[in-house]
């Protein structure tokens, strides 16, 4: 679900006029809906619930510590790859205990860190990692616990920059060799040999691969509880959220539905709830588009309108330093007027940013409704790598981040300063 909807011709976040909203914060801001996060969350956790199942957030999506709160306070794990994740999801309130650590290339410090906090399990990610884990803990003198992340080789048939369980990706250890891997990081002293991982890709709109790589895994899975006493299967995140056709229906006729099919708790968990069961051993859920992504969207302002003999650009004070997804994966995002329009008749339109470079765009040739310099539109399903993504590029602030809840509004993050972008730099004598 979601909750963004046009209210007496005006968008609404839950009870919030988004017009009203933008006077105060200004232009541009992220806005995120409290309900619809939570309805993810508590959704997935009932649509899993005959498995003995641990929701670890995968924190990269979102990660105000706003957000995370919230989701510890349901009792969230979370999913973390670096040693600020983990900094955060303390700060946020969550529980380190119910904390899995991923990612390519763990440092000394990062290591170290998430053996003081007592996390429930680094998910390794090659041989040398495994070893150098094994020799940190080794000079603590802990034992770290691990699970080892395999690359099942299947094709996620998403974007390329977003597959990651296929052989030719940097991601998670060979299906081919993996049996071994576990034999010598179960012979390591300090290395307590804990679970099983995978993660194949993001914004999977089908079940197919999930289903092909779970099929795949589960008979590993087993064997290796019954050699190592390993207590739990991560099968990662990646769920897919719709970016098209994301307003309530009824409203908005005028942008092209692409008929996307969106991926359903339902369908998920019917496929693969019995798939796991037999198992009998934890099941860890890494989502983290699937939670936030449409729970936000990004409001931006038109500043002027630039009519060219092909095109026609609209452009806006936001740029692809605050939501850089067009940019990097061509990713798709629904937009619409704040206020709704009167008329359905449309006009195809880029709407560009004011940054200097060519892909600092968030649509091209779209048909939109007549929209003019000072109106504002909303970038949809903004939620997920939105804001997380954001960088100072072109010395330009980091945007405000609201939560609505309800009739209320809780800027969780004010717009950045210009104090604040240049505090850390020293000019030396
Ligand atoms: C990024 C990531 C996730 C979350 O992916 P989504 O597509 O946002 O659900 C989960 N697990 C790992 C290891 C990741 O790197």
């Known amino acids: 679900m979601h909750s963004f909807e046009y209210k007496g011709g005006v968008l609404h976040c839950e009870g919030v006029n988004l017009d ?25 956790s009932a649509g899993m619930s005959e498995l003995d199942c641990l929701i670890c957030y995968a924190t990269k999506a979102n990660s105000n510590l706003a957000i995370l709160n919230l989701l510890a306070k349901e009792g969230s794990g979370f999913d973390i ?11 946020a309130g969550g529980d380190p205990g119910k904390c899995t650590f991923a990612g390519v290339g763990k440092t000394r410090e990062e290591i170290e860190m998430a053996l003081d906090a007592g996390i429930l399990s680094f998910n390794a ?119 098209t056709d994301s307003l309530a229906s009824g409203v908005g006729q005028w942008w092209d539905k692409k008929e996307e099919k969106p991926l359903t708790i339902e369908e998920y968990a019917s496929t693969l709830v ?18 936030v992504g449409n729970a936000g969207i990004m409001i931006t302002e038109v ?21 850089i997804r067009p940019a990097l994966y061509e990713g798709h995002h629904d937009i619409v007027p704040v206020k709704e329009p009167s008329s359905f008749a449309t006009e195809p339109v880029d709407i560009v940013g004011p940054v200097c470079e060519s892909g600092d765009f968030f649509a091209q040739n779209r048909e939109l409704p007549e929209i003019q310099a000072g109106d504002r539109i909303a970038i949809l399903s903004a939620g997920a790598y939105g804001f ?39 000019i030396p004598d």
Do not use: C, W
């Open 20 to 44: 009203e909203l933008v006077n105060e914060t200004g232009s541009p801001v992220y806005v995120y809906s409290k309900a619809t996060i939570l309805d993810h969350y508590r959704r997935l």
């Open 274 to 291: 019995p798939l796991l069961k037999p198992l009998d051993l934890k099941i860890i859920l890494e989502p983290g588009r699937f939670m």
């Open 81 to 91: 790859v670096s040693g600020g994740e983990l900094y955060r999801v303390e700060k």
């Open 125 to 243: 990610e090659s041989e040398a990692e495994v070893e150098f884990i094994n020799q940190v803990a080794g000079e603590k003198g802990v034992i770290a616990p691990i699970a080892l992340r395999v690359n099942p080789n299947v094709d996620a048939k998403t974007h390329k920059y977003i597959s990651t369980g296929k052989s030719e990706n940097k991601f998670g250890i060979d299906f081919s060799i993996i049996r071994e891997a576990y034999e010598r990081a179960s012979k390591l002293p300090h290395i307590k040999v804990q679970g099983l991982q995978m993660h194949i890709g993001s914004q999977l709109t089908s079940i197919g691969p999930f289903e092909e790589a779970v099929k795949k895994v589960v008979p590993l899975v087993e064997e290796l509880k019954e050699r190592y006493g390993i207590e739990f299967f991560s099968i990662g995140g990646g769920m897919g959220i719709v970016y």
């Open 303 to 323: 500043l002027y309108e630039k009519r060219g003999s092909a095109k026609t650009f609209k452009i806006v004070d936001a740029g692809m330093n605050d939501l």
């Open 388 to 426: 997380v993504m954001a960088s100072n590029y072109n010395t330009r602030r980091f945007p405000p981040e609201v939560l609505v809840d309800g009739e209320k509004s809780h800027i969780i993050r004010p717009r950045q300063s210009y104090e604040d972008l240049v505090s850390a730099e020293v």
